[in-house]
């Protein structure tokens, strides 16, 4: 019996005359994706793209599982191929969805007919269909409302495909559709949150994570790396740089006042990234606040922040509270990892009393005193890079 995966398009169906270009985009995800598992032709037909394998022993219960996390994909399932007439379809529908059927209590049927040559009609075929199967499967129920399996028949110009029910993909835009920005990447739990956040809306991420030795360990920065890794399931690869900022944090306590150390830091990690994010065509930069959450995420203290860069900054978490966040990391298997304890650089010199109500003037006035530019021209010129997958 030969099987396809079979794609459903979400966002893609509304792009109009961009849309060849977006589902283009998606293909070639897809096939970076699943190319460790052999070779699989990528056809598109209407708003779905079939999946076929070109090696017979390919694993298509492993495509599926790597393809549910690609941006861009609403629907998918695995389907079987039969000749179009009705005494195909019900023998394969039959042994195919055995085991599906076998532990349903209640069901339906489906019938999409695209080939408006085949000659019975949509509701035609469901009823035949339907009343087949339950000769079949006698324990079963027809409930069209809420069916514990609903059997979807697809017409086809060459094939009929039958398939059990639909997995829930990943959605959003895909990955390179909406450019690119640069993710202020942390160990912490909302960074990554935000990084996948920003990647379903089709943004192509380059990660920046400052390491602060002998402050912060080598632990702390394969934890960042580890995050990554997990983002990059959904985001695909992910272009990485690890900066230096030992210097310039010695440099802040020994030059600012206490209160300012925290928005002083984060000023100049967007001067850096802004400058990585321009080297590798970001257009913005993206970061895991959420508003109130610490004292350096006040209103006052993101726009002292925001002003050090050029480039817009993206904030996906800034109205979520600390358990949506969470919700989302568990989701996306970064929550215990994020909750390991290896500190990252912004635990360095934390201020017993912060600033909340920073003013621009007065942050500028108490940074005014380091040798900037050769702090961050040095930092940049000493980041590490490399690409994780």
């Known amino acids: 019996m030969r099987e396809i995966i079979l794609i459903k398009n979400g966002e893609l169906v509304l792009k109009g005359l961009n849309r060849n270009t977006f589902e283009d985009i998606l293909i070639k995800n897809m096939k970076k ?43 998918l399932s695995r389907a079987a191929v039969a000749e179009k007439d009705m005494n195909s379809i019900r023998n394969i529908s039959e042994d195919y969805l ?29 009823r035949e269909l339907g009343g087949f199967l339950l000769s079949k499967f006698n324990h079963l129920k027809v409930d069209v409302h809420n069916p514990d399996v609903t059997v979807t028949v697809e017409i086809r110009d060459n094939y009929a495909f039958i398939r059990g029910n639909n997995i829930k993909g990943a959605g959003g835009m895909p990955v390179g559709t909406s450019g690119r920005a640069a993710v202020l990447i942390s160990g912490g739990i909302d960074s ?33 790396m580890e995050l990554l890794k997990r983002v990059a399931k959904y985001s695909g690869p992910i272009t990485t740089y690890v900066v ?41 930069l ?10 350096s995420q006040t209103m006052y203290a993101l726009a002292c922040t925001d002003a ?34 290896y500190e990252d650089c912004c635990t360095v010199f934390t201020p017993k009393h912060p600033k909340t109500r920073a003013k621009l003037p007065d942050v500028e006035a108490a940074e005014s005193s380091m040798n900037s530019e050769e702090l961050i021209k040095k930092a940049v010129e000493n980041a590490r890079r490399s690409v994780v997958k």
């Open 33 to 75: 994706a699943i190319k460790e598992l052999g070779e699989f032709t990528f056809t598109k037909s209407q708003s779905t793209i079939m999946v076929q394998s070109v090696d017979e022993d390919a694993d298509l219960d492993e495509a599926l599982e790597i393809l549910k996390k690609v941006f861009g994909i609403a629907a």
């Open 98 to 126: 055995r085991e599906e059927l076998s532990m349903a209590k209640t069901f339906k049927v489906e019938a999409k007919r695209s080939d408006k040559k085949f000659p019975l009609k949509s509701p035609e075929i469901s």
């Open 192 to 224: 990554p949150v935000a990084a996948y956040m920003m990647a379903k809306r089709g943004i192509e991420l380059v990660a920046v994570h400052f390491a602060s030795p002998p402050f912060t360990t080598e632990l702390a920065e394969k934890k960042v």
């Open 244 to 284: 230096p900022f030992t210097e310039i944090q010695q440099e802040i306590r020994k030059n600012c006042p206490e209160e300012y150390f925290t928005i002083i830091m984060r000023r100049y990690m967007m001067k850096i990234s802004e400058i990585i994010a321009l080297h590798q065509n970001c257009s913005a």
């Open 286 to 295: 993206i970061t895991g606040e959420s508003l109130g959450q610490v004292a």
């Open 308 to 341: 050090a860069s050029s480039l817009p900054v993206f904030r996906p978490c800034i109205g979520m509270d600390k358990d949506e966040i969470i919700r989302i990391s568990r989701k996306i298997d970064t929550f215990e990892t994020s909750i390991l304890p």
